[in-house]
């Protein structure tokens, strides 16, 4: 049984809102929580975890909404058919990206140490969780019996690259868990806006 539409709204909104609190709550100081992880992880960044931690940044990071861009792209290409589909998932890839370029001088956080650019949200995690967003979107709408299984790496790869931006000590823990709000909430409501939520069967993409 599929969500009601109005549902999707008020949960894009709740977590919108969300995000926005916590970044205001946060703005100025960092919360204890924030504290004690950066406090339990300083110099690592600097220790062999910390470049496995970079290596694993570089590839759960900004590149990722790039690729699957280009993937789209491909398949609108190649299947005339999904061309519509593509488009709107193309148009909210790049909203849900933008909440870190928009928020981050709205918000002005520092780093937990310095590091260039400013901290909330995360970049980082919201590439990826900007990707496996769309990505999920995708699989409803073509491949549903993929669901399950891309959701459950979608929120592996979130996790992970939001581990490594805390181990790496350029961002606070409550800064990736801002980028998931961000990224969800627009996320929902864009996808609403567009029309595809709740997923279709495949069958009418464009209507």
Not at 42 to 70: C, I, K, M, N, T
Not at 143 to 166: D, I, T
Not at 197 to 205: H, K, N
Request: aromatic share 6%; net charge positive.
């Amino acid at each position: 049984m599929s969500v009601p539409l109005q549902r999707w709204l008020v949960v894009g909104v709740v977590l919108s809102a969300a995000f926005v609190v916590l970044g205001l709550s946060v703005a100025r100081q960092p919360l204890t929580l924030d504290v004690e992880v950066a406090d339990a992880l300083h110099g690592v960044y600097a220790e062999p975890l910390g470049r496995v931690a970079q290596a694993g940044s570089d590839v759960l990071g900004p590149v990722l909404p790039f690729v699957l861009g280009a993937a789209l792209l491909a398949l609108a290409l190649r299947q005339r058919a999904h061309l519509g589909l593509c488009v709107r998932l193309a148009v909210v890839l790049v909203l849900c990206r933008l909440t870190s370029l928009v928020f981050k001088p709205l918000f002005l956080r520092e780093r937990p140490r310095d590091y260039p650019d400013l901290s909330y949200p995360s970049g980082h995690v919201v590439s990826v969780a900007s990707t496996g967003f769309v990505l999920l979107l995708l699989c409803a709408w073509l491949w549903p019996r993929l669901v399950r299984r891309v959701s459950v790496a979608v929120v592996v790869a979130v996790v992970l690259g939001a581990a490594c931006r805390v181990v790496l000590g350029v961002h606070w823990v409550t800064d990736t868990i801002g980028a998931v709000l961000a990224v969800t909430g627009v996320g929902l409501l864009s996808a609403c806006a567009l029309r595809l939520l709740p997923p279709g069967d495949g069958r009418s993409l464009d209507g």
